[in-house]
């Protein structure tokens, strides 16, 4: 069984930064793509960053140059930095990940509990 364990929310004033982790731990062989998205309330979920396996990135215009995402591979986990956020940036941050578990020959999608981010003064 694989669980993806998100860390780092909180409360933050505008315009300071905040780090997210997401670990993943279990049986896992392999990590493809790896990301965040964040859903605010009354609002649908909405991707906020998303790094393949070889590094590569995609963040809507929202987020763009101020979140960056990273992955550290040996380890099976996953950073989003946050910089100049906003009250909007306000939301549940949920990790995302395609995970190959060991013995497996197929990739499955899972989820992590999520993160509360508040971003106020």
């Known amino acids: 069984q694989v669980q993806l364990v998100e860390s780092g929310g909180g409360l933050v004033q505008p315009r300071g930064p905040l780090r997210l982790s997401c670990a993943a731990s279990g049986s896992i062989f392999s990590i493809d793509a790896i990301g965040w998205y964040r859903q605010a309330p009354g609002k649908q979920l909405e991707l906020v960053a998303i790094m393949s396996y070889g590094g590569s990135t995609n963040y809507p215009d929202s987020v763009k140059g101020r979140y960056t995402i990273s992955r550290d591979n040996a380890n099976n986990t996953v950073y989003l930095q946050m910089n100049s956020l906003k009250p909007e940036d306000t939301a549940v941050y949920y990790c995302?990940?395609?995970?190959?578990?060991?013995?497996?020959?197929?990739?499955?999608?899972?989820w992590g509990q999520g993160t509360q981010v508040t971003v106020a003064s």
């Open positions: 995302n990940a395609d995970v190959r578990g060991a013995g497996r020959t197929y990739f499955s999608n899972y």
